[in-house]
Each structure stands twice: as structure tokens, then as C-alpha cells.
């Protein structure tokens, strides 16, 4: 590999073939992907902690021979713990706090032979589906430096699209794997709740909603590390069905005829970019010329009181989460140490009831009831990932009077006042204008994907997302790979790297 020039053209599980075949060394992919990050990242702002040295010692140790043996990666910086390593939720709050310990993924990621070079950047608690820190600031999008790469899991997809590496962590609450994914035209894949383990900080994560995978390029990749990581960890509260054969294996078959139901109706807003409609349309049509029935249906459901609920969980769930750091970190939160959007919620749900928790939570699960009647009738339901093409960074469907209100309230904890206002109602209208398709999945823990499928005539990634029956990311990976075979994406480069081919 005179120069690393093959690096780009790789995927993960290919430069781990190179490592075993000899070809390159572990060392030599971690000083290219380090090379790119230093290369790269000042444009992207995607990683944010750098960790370089560690790195290097790790491809230099003698490493397992799992199938990414020496493959350089990138962790999300919220939700996995790294030991040594700071973990700062791009909260302000928790700059300084370095964990003792290892998540049961990053375990799982070592064993499978991936060598953490970085983490990337997030918003606040991953609350958000743009990636605009002001603890970290604004990660920028390879296809467009004006655009947003999408959130939570922007810095992970912004690197990917980049090639800066082939694959990175994600995680995904109501969409932060598949939204990104969408905006950097590269595949994110959420696997079913209980798929991949949480512990051992975690028991779940918003109440079953949030679970964590990766981002890559190929669907191979994607395949390859959910059989890696695959599986419940001691105490886990729920525990999905393993896979008849390897998810890898799903990859290559050819797919049955499948019952594939589609809309273009966005379950959580009122409107949707004609972009994603013209999206929609070439997939249908591009699925009827694989063979598959595809017909226009969706679950009809309460969406306005399903988007509700799921902000009820998240508040309350922000309110424990920062009442548990005060208690591990040994000091006070005020305003000042959290974004405004995340106190803001943080008191609605200060605001919220037990028994207001419990409703939210029952009517979230009869609607996962009814959406599991639906895929009794088809195999998978199409719909474009996001309402809208990749948005300009700064763009928030907060109003500025909006804005400058709950800063008021914010800092006056006035909790009771910001419900009198709309609270959480308010939050739910306004929370799902971009993000008004994923959700719905995270409620009902299915697997879902995004595609890499459709391109604007100025260059933007719009992708389309495919979800599954609960348990069945298999199907997912065999129309995956069907579909990247048809229409495949990874010869798109986007302008921020298009001198490395």
C-alpha cells in the first residue's frame, strides 16, 4: 500500500483482510486515519477529543484477531464509557469527569479489534438532531460546510462520509443513527431493543428507546459488528432473539419477494421537503424493479399524542439524569452549567407526575402493539429518514421569542410557568418538524435503516429508511445489500475529500 492511496477505497472488514494478509500494519492505519483527522477536522469539527497516543500503544500491543483487527474507529461522546478517557455528553457539566471503567460495547469493540482513535462530537445529551454543541460547536457537513451533518450522532457520520475511517459509533434515541446518516449519505442501521448490551452503567436508556450501533459506509461493515456485539450483558432488562445465522451471512442472500408498504405522510409534522418525495418515489419505483410488492400504507395511529408522550419520557428522563450526575459528580447543577433547551427540559420534566410517566409509557407501548399488527401484514415500511434535506447550520425551529422566553424561564427554574406556556405539548410540535419520520421505531424498538439512496441536484444526501419487524434486522441486511448492489453509493465523494481519488 505505497502512500495509504488504497485507504479511502476500503471499508472496514477490507483493511482488516489487508492487516491479516499482512498488506499493512495496524500501526500504518492508525497513523492514516490520525493523519486524516489532523487533515480534515479543522473543516468538519467532527472529533473532539483526540486520543492519539492510546491509539498507537493499542496497534503496537498484540491485538485480537477479531474480524476489524486493527481498524481504526471513533466513539460517540455520550452514553459509552471509555476507561481513562473523559466522557463529557458535550455538556458542560461534565467536562472534567473521566470514567473508571468500560462499557460492555467498548469491550465488545476491543475484542472485535477496532482501535479507538477519537471521540466525536454530539449535542447536549444527544438531544437534538443537528450536532451544534456550544460546548464543543457546530460539526459541519462533508457535502456542504453550510449544512448541518444531522444529529445526535452528527461528528460520527460527518467523519465517515469524510473518510477519515470507515466506520463509527453511534447512538440513537429517536433517530441519531439514522438522521445523520441520511444527511452524510453514508448507512446507519438501528438494530432492535435488547440487540446490543447498554450495561454496565445503563439498565436501558430513555426507557427502552435509545440503543447504540455504528455508522459506516457498507452494509457489510454494519453486519459484521452487530454479530460482534451482539447479545445481552449480566442484568440486562431485556433480551431480543438471536439471529438464525450470522447477520453478515444476510448480506450477500438474495432477498425474497418482499410486502413492502411506503408513505411519504410524515408521522410527526405537518409538511416534507419535495426532495424527499422525489427520494421516496425513485425507491418504490427502484424496489417494484427488484421484484418486491410494494403498496402505499402506514399504521394509523395518534401520532400528535404518541410525540407527546415520548417527550414526557425524555424529560423526566433528563431530570433523573441530571439529578444523578449532581449525585455522582457531588455538586449542584444550575442553569448555567447545561444548554438552555436541556434545563428547559429538565424542569418540565421536574414538572411531570409518576403517573404522568406511566400513562406516557402505556400509551407508547399499545401503539407498539398496533404497529406490530402491521408487520404482520408487511415485511417492511418505506419512508424517507428525514423531512427535509441536510438543514444550514443554525437553523431552529425554536423562534427567537421562543428562545428568549424559556432562557428567562430557564434560569428562573420556573418550571410551573413553562407548562403554563405549552411545555411539553409545545416541545412535542416543535421537536419532530425535522426528525418527523425515526421516532416512531425508537417508541416501538424496531429495527430501522437508512439508505443512502437519493441525491439533490446541488449535492445533498437524502436517504431513505427501511424499518423491520421487531428482532428482524436480518431482512433489513439482505434488502441492504440488494439495494447497494443496485444503487450503490460508495464512489459518491463529497467535496471536502474528493482530491484523495
Known sequence: MTGFNEYVKYDGLGLAELVRNKQVTPVELVEEAVARIDRYNPSLNAIVHKMYGQALETANSDLPGGPFQGVPFLLKDIMTFY??????????????????????????????????VGKTNTPEFGMAFVTEPRLHGATYNP????CT???????????VAARILPLAHGSDGGGSIRIPSSCCGVFGLKPTRGRNPLGPYYGDAWRGFACEHVITRSVRDSAAILDATAGPDTGAPY????????????????????????????????????????????????CEDLGHHV??????????????????????????????????????????????ETWVAGLLGKKCRASDLSKALNLIQTA????????????????????????????????????????????????????????????????????????????????????????TDDGLPVGMQFAGRYGDEATLFRLAGQLEKARPWADRVPPVCVNDF
Open 239 to 286: 433480551w431480543c432473539e438471536p439471529p438464525a445465522d450470522t447477520f453478515l451471512s444476510e448480506v450477500g442472500k438474495e432477498s425474497d419477494k418482499l410486502r413492502i408498504a411506503f408513505t411519504p405522510k410524515p408521522f410527526f409534522s405537518d409538511s416534507v421537503d419535495a426532495e424527499c418525495i422525489y427520494g421516496l418515489e425513485s425507491t418504490v419505483k427502484l
Open 295 to 340: 403498496e402505499e400504507a402506514f399504521p394509523e395511529l395518534d401520532y400528535k399524542s404518541i410525540a407527546q408522550a415520548f417527550v414526557t419520557v425524555v424529560c423526566s428522563e433528563t431530570r433523573a439524569a441530571i439529578e444523578q450526575a449532581e449525585h455522582e459528580l457531588n455538586r449542584k447543577a444550575s442553569y448555567k452549567d447545561f444548554e438552555n
Open 143 to 146: 457535502w456542504d460546510l453550510t
Open 83 to 116: 476507561k481513562g478517557e473523559p466522557l463529557t455528553n458535550s455538556s458542560r457539566f461534565f467536562q472534567d469527569y473521566i470514567p473508571d471503567f468500560d462499557s460492555e460495547l467498548v469491550s465488545r469493540y476491543k475484542n472485535a479489534g477496532l482501535i479507538v
Open 149 to 159: 451533518p444531522g444529529g445526535s450522532s452528527g461528528g460520527s457520520a460527518a467523519a
Open 368 to 455: 407498539g402493539r398496533e404497529v406490530g399488527r402491521f408487520f404482520e401484514t408487511y415485511d417492511i415500511l418505506l419512508t424517507p429518514t428525514n423531512a427535509a434535506p441536510p438543514l444550514p447550520i443554525g437553523v431552529s425551529v425554536v423562534t427567537g421569542f421562543q428562545r428568549i422566553a424559556l432562557k428567562v424561564l430557564g434560569r428562573l427554574n420556573a418550571g410551573g410557568l413553562i407548562s403554563l406556556l405549552g411545555g411539553i405539548p409545545v416541545f412535542a410540535e416543535q421537536a419532530f418538524v425535522f426528525a418527523a419520520y425515526t421516532p416512531l421505531f425508537n417508541a416501538t424498538g424496531q429495527p430501522a435503516m437508512s439508505v443512502p439512496l437519493h441525491w
